[in-house]
Every structure is written in structure tokens, then in C-alpha cells.
């Protein structure tokens, strides 16, 4: 019955992949052709992987679903946490691809190929069963990451290149060189080492290195940017092309936290003890701190940028309170939250970039007055901010509110420093939507509206954008889309965590809920 699906998740990572290969290798391919080609690439994986998580069940007897073996040493296979994050990666590249469609550049089949090789490994990276897998499909991911940002991206390209490369891989060496610590004490071998083993050896194992836990947190958290392993991020996201800051920002970004999830919550208890207590404080950091950053902000596109770092702070401080006190509303808030965050930040981001196009900058205090040239660009953009800031209908407040109602048993102050996200998210993002669109217009935008008429934005970037907001309602007026897939992998996480909190003398195997074997 699963094979068709299993078929189709594996032409869902392998097809951007080829086509991104060919038009690499074809770089003097008609542009008609070309376009055409990549844009199959970016389509396919965005009928098939939603499909997917329509088709999801939620059968406790078989959480990982569309299994598929591979001749590399790993396979293919969705568990409940993968299925909406490759479902988000594929709406993402979507958007991503038809924005690269739209763009004139030098060497365009490769910059299309990179593209493509970029969404292929962040798919690859959600539908993995193995250590492997999961660390071989983000490398494939990064590297063309780095060379779109430094040979096709904006101001501050090169060192902010250099900053993401450096920051990245040390996070995933140092986040690797946890784990196979931890695998060589639980005596697994790293050919045997499934996401499923992993947590049913490492749940049982009684020598782990104290020291374990930490390497995988801060180095996943790097990749993440947990504060204040954080900088290299609104350099990087800011500098890469529009495309490749939609993927990145949106989807990559969440290898880290799904890392911490599988790897470290699940099977090192990251949350409790002193480490929990490190893991708290940072993502209290990211809330506040990175928070009150974005409110210094006068360019639109690092605001943008900052304020993707800010919202991973209740991400992670779901994922603590599911770990700290056995809640499992608060890894599925997060779960849900990565989701809608995804979306809402890659259609600011698309969108951030129609406004330059048409005044001609990002700075703030040069714009003013855009609503009456571009109206629905106003409209979208007025939209994607109320989805990023939590307004009932989108995604994001569900997410939102699941983690402040899974805080609710927590010490006051760490609900109060959360609750007050909420004033400056809104406070930083409508003054930027009020310095863009309301008020008068700026002397400069006057002048480049006078030499260079423009008008407001095409059906091509309303498809783009439509496809992001679109789904982002969908999640928002029927969250079990979401919530049928990772209730059973929250409730297992949080089931383990309650066990070894009242017994950590003894670590218990990791409960059936979590990944047991596929059927």
C-alpha cells in the first residue's frame, strides 16, 4: 500500500537534484528550456510532499511512514516530524524557484542548477532514516548555499559567506562529534546508527559522557542560531540572494532544531540538569535580546533577517519545556511554529525584495508612501507581517500560543520576558510596514519614481507569494494538518523525559511512540 508514496517521496528529493545536475552541466541550454526544466524541479516535490501529509496516518503502530531503502547505505522514510517540515521545504522552494525564474543573472542554468541542488538537499534532510543521511543531504544543502551567496549575492557577500561556512560547519562537526561519542558508549555502530536505534540504544545506555549532550546542543543550536552562536545569520540571510534566503532562513534553518529534537531530546535529555538550565537562558537570549536588536534595525531586509533569529527563541523554548517538564503541547507547539515561521519568514523575504526592486533600496527612512503605487504589494506584505507576528487565521498562532500555554507552569519572569515578544514583534514589524508603505514619500523615492515610473507587483511574484500565505491559512484553519503527524512523536518525547527526570540513575528505552521500526 506504501509503495507508490514511497515512490514518490524519493522522486520528490531526486528529481531537483538531476535536474540540477543537468542544467549545471547544460549551461548553454536554451533559456525557454531551462526555465521550463527547473521549474518541473521546483514543482514536483510541491504536489508531492503536501500530498504526503495528507495522506499521513496517525497510526502509533507506525509513526515512520513511506519507507523506502536505498543502495548509499540509508533510506527515504517520513516520521511525524519530517512529514510537514518537507511538506513547508517544498512550498518554500516553490516560491524560491519561481522568484529565480524571474530573475536576470549571469551564468542562470547554474544559478537555477544550485538552486535545485539546494532544495534536494534540504528535502533530503526531512525524509532520511539515518545518521547518515541527515548529515551528508545538509552538507549537500550548504555548499551551494555558500557559493550562491558569494558569487551571486548583494552587499557584504564575501565575508558574510566566509562567517555562514565557518559557523556551520563547526556546529555540525561539533554536533557530530556528539553523537558518535554517544554511539560508540551505547556500542552502536555508526553503519547501524537509524534514528530509530539511535533512540532506543542511547535511551538505554548508562555511560554517556556528560559532555555529550552539550556538543549536540550548542552545535545543532549553532546551526539554528541559538544565542549567541546566532551572528553569522542576519549577515548571511541578508547578503544571499532572495531565493536562497527564502530556503535557507525558511527550511535549512530547521535542520538544527529538528536535530535537537531526534538527537538530543529524545535520547541525551538536553533539557534537564545544568545543560537544560544553559538551554534556557539561550533561548531566553534569542526572545529578548535578539528582540530588542531588531528594534534597532533601519534596513528592512536585516530586520527581516534579525527578526528570523528572534522568532526561533519560542521554538526553542517549547522544545525545553517538553524536555524540562514532560509537556508535550510544547514540542508540538514548536513543531508547529517551525512550520508556520518557514512560510511567513520566506514570503517576507520574497516580498522584501519586490520593495527594493521598485525603490530602489532596503533603508528604511528612503521609502515611505508605497500603498498608493503598490497596493497589493502593501496587502501582501501587511499580511505576511501579521502572519509573522501571530495574527489568528495564519499558522503562527497556534504555534505561538501553544508555547506560551505550555509555559504557564513556569516561574513568572520567563513568562512575562515571552509575553513580551509579543509587543516587540509588533512594535518592530508595523513600524517597518508603516516606514514603507504609509506616510509621505521620501525625496529619493520621489525623484527614482519620476526617472524610473514603476508600478506594483506581477502575477508571477502574486503566484510566489500566494503559494506561502495560502498555506499558511491552510495550517492556520485546520491545524491537524500538522498536529496529527507530530502529536505522536511529542507525546513519546515527552513520556521519555518525564522517566528519566524521576529516574536518571537508570535511562529507560525510548518509548514506542517515538520511532519504532516501520511496518
Not at 53 to 70: E, I, M
Not at 134 to 152: Q, R
Not at 344 to 356: D, M, W
Not at 445 to 466: C, H, K, M, V, Y
Request: charged share 10%; aromatic share 10%; net charge positive.
Amino acid at each position: 500500500m506504501d509503495t507508490f508514496p514511497a515512490t514518490l517521496l524519493q522522486v520528490a528529493i531526486t528529481a531537483p537534484v538531476l535536474i540540477g545536475l543537468i542544467l549545471i552541466a547544460g549551461r548553454s541550454l536554451p533559456r525557454s528550456f531551462a526555465s521550463g526544466f527547473a521549474f518541473t524541479g521546483f514543482a514536483l516535490p510541491a504536489v508531492i510532499a503536501p500530498w504526503l501529509l495528507v495522506l499521513w496516518t496517525n497510526d502509533a503502530t507506525s509513526p515512520l511512514q513511506f519507507r523506502a531503502d536505498g543502495p548509499w547505505g540509508f533510506g527515504f522514510a517520513l516520521n511525524g516530524l519530517g512529514a510537514p517540515l518537507l511538506a513547508m521545504t517544498s512550498l518554500i522552494g516553490l516560491a524560491a524557484g519561481i522568484k529565480a525564474l524571474t530573475q536576470d543573472v549571469e551564468a542562470r542554468n547554474t544559478y537555477l542548477g544550485l538552486i535545485l541542488f539546494m532544495l534536494g538537499g534540504t528535502l533530503g534532510v526531512f525524509a532520511t532514516d539515518h545518521l547518515i543521511g541527515f548529515y551528508f543531504f545538509h552538507e549537500f544543502a550548504l555548499i551551494p548555499t555558500f557559493i550562491l551567496t558569494l558569487f551571486w549575492g548583494g552587499e557584504g557577500r564575501r565575508p558574510a559567506a566566509m562567517q555562514m561556512a565557518i559557523y556551520l560547519t563547526a556546529g555540525a562537526m561539533a554536533s557530530l562529534a556528539g553523537i558518535l561519542i554517544a554511539l560508540d558508549a551505547a556500542n552502536l555502530s555508526f553503519a547501524n546508527a537509524t534514528f530509530v536505534n539511535i533512540a532506543d540504544s542511547l535511551g538505554t545506555a548508562k555511560n554517556i559522557p556528560a559532555a555529550t549532550g552539550a556538543l549536540v546542543l550548542f552545535g545543532l543550536g549553532t546551526l539554528a542560531s541559538l544565542f549567541p552562536f546566532h551572528s553569522w545569520a542576519a549577515p548571511g540571510y541578508s547578503a544571499a540572494p532572495t531565493p536562497v534566503s527564502m530556503l535557507h532562513a525558511g527550511a535549512l534553518k530547521k535542520f538544527g532544531i529538528y536535530g535537537i529534537i531526534l538527537l538530543g531530546l529524545s535520547s541525551l535529555n538536553i533539557s534537564q540538569g545544568t545543560l537544560g538550565s544553559w538551554f534556557l537562558w539561550l533561548a531566553v537570549g534569542n526572545v529578548f535580546i535578539v528582540g530588542l536588536i531588531c528594534l534597532t534595525q533601519r534596513d528592512l531586509k536585516q530586520l527581516l533577517s534579525w527578526s528570523s533569529v528572534a522568532h526561533m527563541g519560542p521554538i526553542f523554548l517549547g522544545i525545553w519545556v517538553c524536555g524540562a517538564s514532560g509537556k508535550a503541547a510544547g514540542l508540538d507547539a514548536a513543531a508547529f511554529l517551525m512550520v508556520a515561521h518557514g512560510l511567513s519568514c520566506a514570503a517576507l523575504f520574497l516580498l522584501a525584495n519586490a520593495v527594493r526592486q521598485r525603490a530602489g533600496t532596503y533603508r528604511l527612512e528612503e521609502m515611505g508612501g508605497l500603498a498608493s503605487r503598490t497596493p497589493v504589494l502593501a496587502a501582501f506584505f501587511i499580511a505576511a507581517t501579521m502572519a509573522s507576528i501571530g495574527l489568528p487565521g495564519f499558522g503562527n498562532f497556534w504555534g505561538e500560543v501553544g508555547v506560551f500555554l505550555a509555559l504557564r507552569a513556569q516561574p513568572l519572569w520567563i513568562q512575562a520576558i515571552v509575553a513580551s515578544t509579543v509587543i516587540i514583534s509588533a512594535i518592530y514589524a508595523l513600524r517597518a510596514v508603516a516606514a514603507t508603505f504609509f506616510g509621505p514619500m521620501s525625496d529619493g523615492l520621489a525623484r527614482r519614481l519620476e526617472t524610473a515610473p514603476f508600478g506594483d507587483i506581477n502575477w508571477i511574484e502574486r503566484i510566489a507569494a500566494s503559494v506561502l500565505l495560502a498555506a499558511s491559512l491552510t495550517i492556520g484553519f485546520i491545524p491537524s494538518l500538522i498536529t496529527k503527524s507530530t502529536n505522536p512523536v511529542s507525546t513519546g518525547v515527552a513520556n521519555f523525559s518525564q522517566r528519566t527526570a524521576t529516574a536518571p540513575a537508570v535511562k529507560p528505552a525510548a518509548p514506542a511512540q517515538f520511532l519504532p521500526s516501520a511496518r
